[in-house]
């Protein structure tokens, strides 16, 4: 299971941290992502991190977000700035098993990933 936390409002240049805590598994057994789904769009990668802490990011969040995990808490992070309104979306945390890397899980996207969490808001106004 995966709870996410810590969606919120913000103005366009500043920032959030998402939490998402798992629970039930094995957590080193996984390799983990952010997904985000805007109003009428697919639903997207933005960042996946494996069990070697390698981490790949989408082409419009490299250099603003990122992503991290704490093994020991069974703990995801996303620390998100120069949060732009295009940035505004539900934002899901993600696992898959398998011991993919984290570019294999990027390129592969959401079919590989078995387990999700229920979301999170994230606004950013301008």
């Known amino acids: 299971q995966l709870v996410e936390s810590g969606g919120g409002s913000v103005q366009a240049g500043g920032s959030l941290r998402l939490s998402c805590t798992a629970s039930?598994?094995?957590?080193?057994?996984?390799?983990f992502a952010w997904f985000r789904q805007s109003s009428g769009k697919e639903r997207e990668v933005v960042a996946t991190?494996?069990?070697?802490?390698?981490?790949d990011y989408a082409e419009s969040v490299k250099g603003r977000f990122s992503i991290t995990q704490d093994s020991a808490k069974n703990t995801l992070f996303l620390e998100m700035n120069s949060l732009k309104s295009e940035d505004t979306a539900t934002y899901f945390c993600?696992?898959?098993?398998?011991?993919?890397?984290?570019?294999?899980?990027?390129?592969?996207?959401?079919?590989?990933?078995?387990?999700w969490g229920q979301g999170t808001q994230v606004t950013v106004s301008s």
């Open positions: 039930g598994g094995t957590y080193s057994s996984y390799t």
């Open positions: 991190i494996d069990n070697d802490d390698w981490t």
């Open positions: 993600a696992a898959a098993s398998g011991r993919l890397t984290a570019i294999q899980s990027l390129n592969l996207g959401m079919p590989v990933f078995e387990v």
